[in-house]
């Protein structure tokens, strides 16, 4: 990918920006998504500029023809990455890696690719001008950039109108009450993705076909769906929102292969570093449904994690299903996940050397 010529960000601050105490009533107990910071970045795109009029702006709605290509064919791809404040200032985890995912995700909805100079600054902008709502502790700034078709046409064909935008949001815990393990719903009647779809790419297209399948988890009283592949039905995927991770007696782990179906979670990437580093065994490999529940039955299986940005690491306790359900371990999680959780926020926040290269400063922060 060529750089973008470099591109002007007009800065626009907000007239009348949040006052401190209510900032401080808001980011009290944020839970994750629900509080908005007070500006975005906006970028456009058209045939004729490319990417242009980058501005940092007041945070509000934006106005779209009703003929809008993504409000009928769901042209649009989105990312997920935190800031976090850390005695080394304000840092981002592998952000490189969310602006090259984020072309290709791009790519496979025919979407324009932004440039990853132009991604990484608009979301050092928006972390530098509402650097006040990044919250210390445990918490994080959620930064979500995502690049829609605006284009008022109606006809089926990539659009020729884009906004890329940038909003964020300050993010405690994704589960609620922040439990110790968490419960998924094994779907056996939908699935994500299959064999050349768009389960790679992170569209807005999954998470809405992936939410009757959530709903249908809640009902359960899970807080996540656990999807198998669309071919067999019988190979575990990954969840909702988060991939997966299986945790052997022998100290091994084993997450599903990246095969086109699953989302390339940096989360996931970052793990199986890790963990290879550690000394373990990983294999990126198929697991079965009977494979899963035969290993519990046996006591093989010890472990077994979610992870993503807004998930973190997070154990999963219990698994239910129509023909049956099972308890992981004790149901509580175990020493292997604790382990892994510490190490990757130890390195998110700054706590832990960066041997890697992993952790990039705001600029200016
Ligand atoms: N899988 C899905 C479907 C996701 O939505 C996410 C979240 O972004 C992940 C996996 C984890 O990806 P990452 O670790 O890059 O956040
Ligand atoms: C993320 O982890 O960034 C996601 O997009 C997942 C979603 C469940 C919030």
């Given at each position: 990918?060529?750089?973008?010529?470099?591109?002007?960000?007009?800065?626009?601050?907000?007239?009348?920006?949040?006052?401190?105490?209510?900032?401080?009533?808001?980011?009290?107990?944020?839970?994750f998504?629900?509080?908005?910071?007070?500006?975005?970045?906006?970028?456009?795109?058209?045939?004729?500029?490319?990417?242009?009029?980058?501005?940092?702006?007041?945070?509000?709605?934006?106005?779209?023809?009703?003929?809008?290509?993504?409000?009928?064919?769901?042209?649009?791809?989105?990312?997920?990455?935190?800031?976090?404040?850390?005695?080394?200032?304000?840092?981002?985890?592998?952000?490189?890696?969310?602006?090259?995912?984020?072309?290709?995700?791009?790519?496979?909805?025919?979407?324009?690719?932004?440039?990853?100079?132009?991604?990484?600054?608009?979301?050092?902008?928006?972390?530098?001008?509402?650097?006040?709502?990044?919250?210390?502790?445990d918490?994080?700034?959620?930064?979500?950039?995502?690049?829609?078709?605006?284009?008022?046409?109606?006809?089926?064909?990539?659009?020729?109108?884009?906004?890329?935008?940038?909003?964020?949001?300050?993010?405690g815990n994704y589960f609620k009450g922040g439990k110790k393990a968490v419960s998924v719903w094994l779907?056996?009647?939908?699935?994500?993705?299959?064999?050349?779809?768009?389960?790679?790419?992170?569209?807005?297209?999954?998470?809405?076909?992936?939410?009757?399948?959530q709903?249908?988890a809640s009902?359960h009283g899970c807080d996540q769906v656990v999807?198998?592949?669309?071919?067999?039905?019988?190979?575990v995927?990954e969840l909702g929102g988060m991939n997966i991770f299986f945790v052997f007696d022998?100290?091994?782990l084993?997450t599903?292969?990246?095969?086109?179906?699953?989302?390339?979670?940096?989360t996931?990437?970052?793990i199986?570093?890790?963990?290879?580093?550690?000394?373990?065994?990983?294999?990126?490999?198929?697991?079965?449904?009977?494979?899963w529940r035969?290993d519990v039955?046996?006591g093989?299986l010890r472990e077994c994690f979610a992870c993503g940005?807004a998930a973190v690491v997070s154990p999963i306790g219990e698994i239910k299903a129509?023909?049956?359900g099972f308890v992981i371990g004790n149901g509580e999680g175990g020493e292997v996940t604790d382990g892994i959780k510490a190490?990757l926020t130890?390195?998110?926040?700054?706590?832990?050397?960066?041997?890697?290269?992993?952790?990039?400063?705001?600029?200016?922060?």
């Open positions: 990918m060529q750089a973008e010529p470099t591109l002007l960000f007009r800065r626009e601050p907000h007239p009348r920006p949040t006052s401190a105490a209510t900032r401080a009533d808001l980011m009290a107990n944020p839970g998504g629900k509080v908005f910071t007070d500006h975005m970045v906006t970028i456009r795109w058209t045939e004729a500029k490319g990417w242009n009029d980058a501005r940092v702006r007041a945070r509000e709605p934006v106005t779209l023809d009703p003929a809008a290509a993504v409000l009928h064919y769901g042209q649009e791809v989105f990312e997920g990455l935190k800031a976090y404040r850390t005695a080394a200032g304000v840092t981002l985890f592998r952000p490189e890696q969310n602006a090259r995912r984020f072309q290709r995700s791009s790519d496979r909805l025919a979407i324009p690719a932004l440039p990853e100079a132009l991604f990484l600054k608009a979301i050092d902008e928006l972390a530098a001008v509402d650097v006040d709502w990044i919250p210390g502790g918490g994080s700034l959620y930064l979500r950039p995502f690049v829609f078709a605006s284009e008022a046409f109606l006809g089926v064909r990539p659009a020729l109108e884009y906004w890329f935008i940038v909003i964020a949001s300050p993010v779907s056996d009647t939908y699935t994500r993705a299959a064999r050349g779809g768009t389960g790679a790419a992170k569209c807005g297209g999954n998470y809405a076909s992936s939410l009757v399948a709903a249908e009902k999807f198998l592949d669309a071919a067999e039905n019988r190979w995927e022998d100290g091994s084993l599903p292969p990246l095969g086109g179906s699953i989302l390339e979670g940096i996931r990437d970052s199986v570093t890790l963990a290879k580093r550690a000394g373990r065994v990983v294999r990126e490999e198929p697991y079965s449904i009977e494979q035969a039955r046996s093989r940005t129509a023909n049956g190490e130890g390195i998110q926040r700054g706590e832990i050397a960066d041997v890697d290269g992993w952790v990039r400063k705001v600029a200016g922060l």
